[in-house]
């Protein structure tokens, strides 16, 4: 079983950036790793995918402006977020790719106007 634990999120001004972290308690290398996020009343979206080759596809929404990466050796998988909006306020999910697949409990991004 793997834990997922996210970090990173917070505050920040339209247009400024954040890196969010997800780090597993065990190996990842042979998952693809995604976020997701959830907004206030919304269902919950995926955000991004990074598979275990390193291959990586985005939301239309966020395509240029956030970009996923990963640190096999750290077990752990990044999100860096530029040029904020405020629709990109959400809790952010960090899961694992199976059968099972993993969820981490989610970090809050808050993008203030």
């Known amino acids: 079983q793997v834990q997922l634990v996210e970090s990173g999120g917070g505050l920040v001004q339209a247009g400024g950036s954040l890196k969010l972290s997800c780090a597993a308690s065990?190996?990842?290398?042979?998952?693809?790793m995604g976020w997701y996020r959830q907004a206030p009343g919304k269902q919950r979206e995926w955000v991004a995918l990074?598979?275990?080759?390193?291959?990586?596809n985005y939301a239309d929404s966020v395509k240029g402006r956030f970009t996923i990466s990963r640190d096999n050796a750290k077990n752990t998988v990044y999100l860096q977020m530029n040029s904020l909006k405020p629709e990109d306020t959400a809790v952010y999910y960090c899961?694992?790719?199976?059968?099972?697949?993993?969820w981490g409990q989610g970090t809050h991004v808050t993008v203030s106007s």
């Open positions: 990074i598979t275990s080759g390193g291959g990586t």
């Open positions: 899961k694992a790719y199976g059968s099972p697949g993993y």
């Open positions: 065990g190996s990842i290398f042979s998952y693809t």
